[in-house]
């Protein structure tokens, strides 16, 4: 495809052509003491400077295919006819005040079709696998990556089998099933579920999903930084949070920016504020130690979406974080469920745990003046509170019985004290 410049190993720094490497470096390969060989897709950005401009996009559809310049699908690819994309940017700064900060935005990607952020990489992936001519697609998942593949797949018509650990949300096994793809829930971890899945894509010929190791996956998370930066251009904010799983999202995320920088349509770069939950936190404590490869721990965090014990692209997201002059906070599962409730109840934004535990490692960091009072702040709610109605109830009081008498009502209202002035 002409407008791939190369896949460049962020490892050893090699040049690969598309047809030289179909997943990682073929000299690094991926090794579990911490040698990933992850590929970064590198544009022809001059040739590309010439589709891709101000004007293209004040024409462009709303959705991530207005950046199919820079995407890695040839110009004629069949795309998914789901909607994805260009989700709303909302502003509270009342909140904000609240809080301590200038300004507070919220891009809620769980509006997207399945209902996380990941949807921006399955269809790019499931597209990719349409032109490479496979039939089957797998992934192995903590949830949303695998329902997302399985809407997609259902979408394009391609079959997909799914790796997902047992003890995955019911809400996101449901899309599974209903999108009828083919389920097989693994008695162990993530990680486990992971090699399983990467031995059986090479065993039988399925096109494999897994962001970790699939260098156009990324390129299909990027579309959240292109976006923001577009519908933030000229007010980009001082601060891009996020949860941080595997990495993926985050260093996604700063290349969209990035690339919307060198294309000239903005003029400043956020810095990013990567969180993690404390039970699943290699990626905050390399950050902190200052290594460039993460030690993996058993994840252990209500947020499942990010209970990576082995994150696989640790070497993008901690480069990410770093030049972008970023910070990495850990918070626990009860500061999670506390910022899905207080966020759910100001704004009228519903994120899974990982959705809004970018929020909680924001609150941190008001705390800590890592965001300072006079800073504008950008969170990615990465997930849809619907996936995972278990962890919304433990966050919130339950309801209160009554009989049907207007004296239980009376009673109640009188409890709650006046009217909201
Ligand atoms: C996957 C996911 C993340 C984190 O993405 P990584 O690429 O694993 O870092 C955050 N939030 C939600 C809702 C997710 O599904
Ligand atoms: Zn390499």
């Not at 407008?3 to 490892?11: T, W």
């Not at 109830?393 to 339950?398: E, F, I, S, T, V």
Request: charged share 25%.
């Amino acid at each position: 495809m002409e407008k791939i410049a190369a896949l460049r190993c962020v490892e050893c720094g090699k040049a690969f052509r598309e047809d030289e490497a179909m997943y990682t470096c073929p000299s690094c390969g991926t090794r579990p003491d911490g040698g990933w060989g992850i590929l970064d897709v590198e544009y022809d950005y001059e040739r590309q400077a010439r589709l891709f401009h101000k004007d293209h996009l004040q024409r462009a559809e709303r959705n991530i295919w207005r950046y199919l310049p820079i995407l890695p699908l040839a110009d004629n690819a069949k795309l998914p006819s789901l909607q994805i994309g260009w989700t709303p940017i909302m502003e509270f700064p009342e909140l904000a005040r609240r809080w301590g900060i200038a300004n507070l935005y919220l891009k809620d990607d769980g509006r997207l079709p399945t209902g996380s952020f990941k949807d921006r990489a399955s269809a790019v992936g499931t597209a990719k696998a349409v032109e490479l001519g496979f039939d089957t697609i797998c992934c192995a998942s903590t949830g949303n990556a695998a329902s997302s593949l399985a809407g997609f797949s259902a979408n394009l018509g391609l079959r997909s089998y799914i790796f997902v650990p047992a003890h995955a949300p019911e809400g996101k096994v449901a899309q599974l099933r209903i999108f009828k793809s083919n389920v097989l829930l693994v008695e162990g971890t993530y990680d486990e579920a992971y090699y399983l899945c990467q031995e059986a894509a090479e065993a039988f010929g399925w096109y494999n999903r897994n962001c970790a190791i699939n260098p156009y996956l990324i390129e299909g998370k990027k579309t959240a930084g292109l976006e923001a930066a577009e519908q933030m251009a000229g007010k980009i904010p001082d601060w891009v949070s996020v949860a941080v799983g595997d990495g993926c999202t985050i260093a996604g995320i700063w290349k969209g920016f990035v690339e919307m920088k060198r294309f000239g349509i903005i003029d400043k770069l956020p810095r990013l504020l990567g969180v993690q939950a404390e039970g699943a936190q290699p990626i905050f404590e390399a950050f902190h130690a200052g290594d460039e490869t993460v030690r993996p721990r058993r994840p252990e965090t209500l947020a499942d979406s990010i209970a990576v014990g082995q994150p696989r692209n640790q070497t993008k997201a901690l480069r990410a974080i770093r030049e972008s002059g970023g910070a990495m906070v850990a918070v626990s599962d009860e500061e999670i469920l506390s910022a899905m409730y207080e966020l759910a109840q100001k704004t009228g934004v519903f994120g899974e745990p990982a959705g809004v535990t970018g929020i909680a490692g924001l609150l941190r960091a008001i705390t800590d003046e890592t965001v300072k009072s006079t800073e504008t702040v950008l969170h990615i709610v990465s997930g849809n509170g619907l996936k995972d109605v278990r962890s919304a109830q433990r966050a919130c009081p339950d309801a209160r019985r009554i009989n049907v008498s207007l004296d239980d009502v009376r009673a109640i209202v009188a409890a709650d004290g006046p009217r909201p002035a």
